[in-house]
């Protein structure tokens, strides 16, 4: 019997000719005279054995309740699906869950990363009720980092300017044992994730990213989701930036095939039937993405245990996974380009690092789109655009200062 829900009938038809033939009692089978003597005795016997048939009935039935740390199978489409009706139907009802709590002051938990993953997996994907007052979503900036962040008083004065705290929140994964020190007025302060260990090249890098994507889930006016490294410096004021973003029909997740060996050449056959060849892009690491994508992304039980156990250099996961993946299951949700800036020209596996003497008024006006005949060329919400980077890297810490003093003229903070 399956759901628990119904009585067990007896079948009197056993026989061949229908009926039960009629049977002398058994000896032996009366109740025993100690029972009977002792109706107290009895009753204990009877209502423990009623309470015994009433949890198995319970539990087998799907009433039991699921144990926190077991990790539910999650199909990935069932992911990308439109937000379930069961929250409508439960939108007049005052409901309380352990998730929908206020954003917390602190992003540092107890949780495993399998808590962590499981928590954010299964957020409520529509964070307002009918007929309540909207409010902007948020653009949450993660930081992807090995320890300090040297441009951070350039980032305060981003995060601390016309728009408001309503518009971002912030996460920072570091080298683990690094703690952050900002004093309570910084947009810094205390929101460090538990963090674990990462090497260039390898699947850690990828691990660290989906920690900060559920981290930043588990907010649920987090509606955008932008991964930046210490290195990073922002183009445009925040409004700017957040009004770009949420209103973007698309993530931006750069994917390109390369037919080279830098490209399909670094292609594992492992990953078939999966992801076949010629499924198989390349990216940048940095990325952007709405709500939907990144719950997908941490929820994601499929592609990337395979991508986790084959992809190992030359195959760099942090330039493949995202680009493929999202590729074959969301191809008409991202854009197919970063909004962070970098230079390949000098060429070598890593881009150019620019320091103090690169950083110049024509140079940030270039960056920032403000030079027309070196203004760059985009498509955003299906329309040619001249904005197409929000950010740029890799900015060296001595860069600082000459930043501080042309970003408030050139970049509008």
């Known amino acids: 019997m399956q759901g628990g829900g119904g009585a067990v009938v007896a079948d009197s038809s056993s026989s061949k000719d229908g009926h039960a033939p009629a049977r002398a009692p058994a000896p032996g089978r009366s109740f025993p005279a100690k029972l009977v003597a002792r109706p107290q005795l009895l009753f204990a016997v009877l209502a423990t054995g009623f309470l015994a048939a009433a949890l198995l009935l319970f539990v087998l039935g799907g009433g039991g309740a699921v144990p926190y740390y077991r ?6 489409q069932d992911v990308l699906l439109a937000a379930p009706c069961a929250e409508e139907k439960e939108e007049d009802q005052v409901v309380e869950r352990w998730w929908a709590r206020p954003p917390a002051r602190s992003a540092w938990h107890n949780m495993s990363d399998e808590e962590l993953l499981w928590a954010a997996s299964f957020e409520p994907r529509r964070r307002r009720g009918r007929g309540r007052p909207s409010a902007p979503g948020k653009v949450a900036f993660m930081f992807l980092t090995r320890g300090p962040l040297p441009l951070a008083p350039l980032w305060e004065r981003f995060f601390n300017g016309t728009g408001g705290r309503g518009l971002f929140s912030v996460y920072v994964h570091t080298t683990p044992g690094y703690r952050l020190d900002f004093p309570p007025s910084s947009p810094f302060h205390r929101r460090q994730v538990p963090s674990k260990a990462t090497r260039w090249g390898e699947t850690s890098v990828v691990d660290a990213e989906r920690r900060l994507l559920a981290n930043a889930l588990l907010d649920l006016s987090n509606e955008r989701f932008v991964l930046l490294s210490e290195s990073c410096i922002p183009l445009h004021p925040l ?8 209103r973007s029909r698309h993530s931006f997740v ?3 095939d390369d037919p080279g060996p830098h490209g399909r050449g ?3 056959t492992a990953l078939a039937p999966d992801v076949s060849v010629s499924q198989w ?3 940048a690491q940095w990325f952007e993405m709405d709500r939907r994508l990144a719950l997908f992304v941490v929820a994601d039980g499929r592609y990337y245990p395979r991508f986790r156990e084959v992809c190992r250099p030359p195959c760099y996961v942090d330039e493949h996974y995202l680009p493929t993946v999202l590729t074959i299951e969301a191809p008409m949700s991202i854009a197919n380009r970063s909004v962070t800036w970098v230079d390949w020209s000098r060429g070598g596996s890593h881009p150019a690092m620019f320091g103090a003497d690169d950083v110049s008024k024509d140079f940030l006006e270039r960056l920032a789109g403000k030079k027309e005949k ?3 060329r985009c498509m955003y919400n299906g329309q040619p655009a001249v904005v197409c980077s929000l950010f740029a890297r890799k900015f060296a810490p001595g860069t600082l200062q000459p930043l501080l003093q042309l970003s408030t003229r050139i970049l509008g903070y």
């Open 71 to 76: 990790l539910p199978a999650l199909a990935v």
């Open 239 to 246: 409004p700017a930036i957040h009004a770009y973003l949420t």
């Open 254 to 256: 750069g994917a390109f």
């Open 266 to 268: 670094r292609y594992r």
């Open 281 to 283: 892009r390349k990216g």
């Open 374 to 376: 070196e203004t760059e």
